[in-house]
């Protein structure tokens, strides 16, 4: 699958017209057709939280990740539960800065590595958004980079380093 250029609409309409085809392309499928799709994605990597996939929905490459499934979460009082089995605090939870999707977090970590103040976060979470912004951006360049524009992306190693270097 030839991924294509990441920042060729990078409007807020776009990524929204484009959020909302994929959304609704996933809502049809069954569990047994999601979990086929996951099955058949190609593979792009696997470590110690599970394996990352990209697949194709509607047309559109989709980065996921298959992540192994805990024993309390596969109990039967449990399954398809969304409720918050180990208590992590609501901030930590996915969504915290979700919407408007990864372009949106892109926006929101360089502004934060710019010296915005991180907004909706928790004071404690602000710190270390604050502290870490900056290598978070960094990588957030290679990442579309190398996903949107050329897989031979050089590796920004002196950018990184900048960047862990004022952690010091």
């Known amino acids: 699958m030839r991924l294509p250029d990441a920042r060729s609409d990078m409007s807020q309409a776009g990524r929204v017209g484009r959020y909302g085809e994929v959304a609704s392309a996933l809502a049809l499928r069954s569990d047994r057709q999601l979990a086929a799709s996951l099955e058949h994605a ?11 996939v990209l697949l194709d929905v509607a047309g559109v490459p989709v980065f996921a990740k298959r992540v192994l499934l805990t024993d309390v979460e596969r109990h039967a009082g449990n399954v398809m539960s969304t409720a918050n089995l180990f208590g992590v605090p ?49 990588m957030n360049d290679f990442y579309w980079d190398l996903f949107g524009v050329d897989r031979a992306t050089p590796y920004p190693g002196e950018k990184v380093e900048r960047a862990l270097s004022a952690l010091r």
Do not use: K, T, W
Request: charged share 15%; proline share 8%; with cysteine.
């Open 42 to 52: 190609q593979v792009m990597g696997s470590g110690i939280g599970g394996s990352s």
């Open 90 to 138: 609501a901030f930590c939870q996915y969504g915290l800065v979700e919407v408007g999707g990864p372009a949106r977090r892109n926006d929101y970590i360089r502004a934060c590595a710019a010296g915005a103040e991180p907004a909706g976060a928790p004071p404690a979470a602000a710190a270390v958004i604050r502290r870490y912004a900056p290598v978070a951006a960094a």
